[in-house]
């Protein structure tokens, strides 16, 4: 018995990689495109006055060489001597260093807007107009630095990912919403246009350039929240009011691997393959029999398995087509499975985390349908006067082909002063996505 068990893990051990498996490994460790400058020292240190880009770097890179020093010092021993049970979890530990600390921008006011109050944000400023102009006082510094954020390409750590690696505060890039808002409630909508175009094609960048699942959403959540605000402002205006050119860019229709989460998923991975890697170290440095509960490699095959169908073809396609993607299938351990027997820790951790990644997909795709939206929207404002007897539900059959889905078609609302599309993340698939039509258009 015991010699036909010992085949049997053996076996299990040398088992090879399921085909699904080295698909999907192979895209997550493709390149990733970084055009560009990074925007990370900028994002990392938005809002902290008296620096210059070049000194932001310098701050950076310091603090970089700071983190590897602590991570390998102080992480690495602690990850070891909790995971064989020589440290209580509760243990104080000296903390990673941290890039700014005691130098982040005041919190934001509750009276500014969020990304999720968007739509809502103009009434919000024009209920109280001197209140949101006060509290954006102690906010000069984020608005002064969303110029040079907007310069940037891409978004890459410098930093080891891990559990405890400090990220940047992301809150501080809903702040210039309310300064947008402020500024057309006060009659300067060329501004608030410009900057909210500036401020969306910021949030497209980290959408699409980020290396975390973080930036992807986060991007997402700006770039969203900046045309719901557009759409506001902009239904309130003339026909012939110009738009600054930045426009045009921060909301064509999003590609295939803009709108997917590809980057993010390559981001999740390469953090999964640093813990496998700790892992496997600690294993043959301290507990050789660990060899018969965990497997790295067989780890990050199953990990990829989770992660990799963001960026294979069949999504990509599905994502152009506009096709809703797929829920991720619930994952049931199969102790029989052959990658399982030799590595049920690995398994048991891939099972637990696999349903936290559900979800994210079809939110990217209802961010390409939500900036369609406001594309047929400028496309209708943009062919008001020729087209200002035939009704709107007629317009849209001119739409152009990157404005078109054959899954969800654009349709105008019921009462008939919005334009309209089924959303695939909303509790229910036949609730809609909006966004409203100018008013100018509707008196015609």
Known sequence: MLLVAAVVLLASWLWPVPAVQKRALAALEAPQERPGSNAYATLALLGVEGLTPEQRQARVDAHARAFERWYVAEYVPRF???????MDEEAVALPPPLLAAGEAPPVA??????????????GRVRRQPQAVAS???????????????????????????????????MGPLQVPLSAHALAHVQGDSPRALAGLCRDAGSGRMLMAHGDN???TMVGSAMLVANEALFAAVLAELPLDAPLPAA??????????????????MRGEFAMQRGLATLMDRKIQDTQRLGVLFYSGRKTLARTAETLGDACLPEARQAIAEDRRLPAPPARVLAWWRPECLVNSIGC??????????????????DTAAQVR?????????????????????????????????AHRPITVSADGTALETPSYTRRDDMEMLRVPLPQAMLAR
């Open 348 to 365: 048991i951790l891939g099972n637990i985390a696999a349903p936290a990644y559900g979800g994210y997909a079809n939110r990217q795709q």
């Open 109 to 122: 006011s509750p009276v500014l807007c969020s990304f999720g109050q968007a739509a809502e944000c103009l």
């Open 80 to 86: 070891n001597a909790i995971s064989m049970g020589t």
């Open 373 to 405: 939206l406001l594309g047929a929207v400028l496309w209708l404002r943009e062919h008001a006067a020729r087209d200002a007897a035939t009704p709107l539900a007629e317009r849209l059959d001119g739409l152009p082909a990157e404005l078109r889905s």
């Open 213 to 215: 699942l973080l930036a």
């Open 247 to 264: 426009c045009a860019t921060a909301f064509a229709p999003l590609s295939p691997d803009e709108a997917g989460t590809c980057n993010g």
């Open 135 to 169: 509290a954006l006082v102690p906010q000069a510094a984020v608005l002064a630095q969303m110029d040079e954020m907007a310069a940037h390409g891409h978004y890459h750590s410098p930093l080891t990912q891990g559990e405890m690696t400090p990220w940047p505060a």
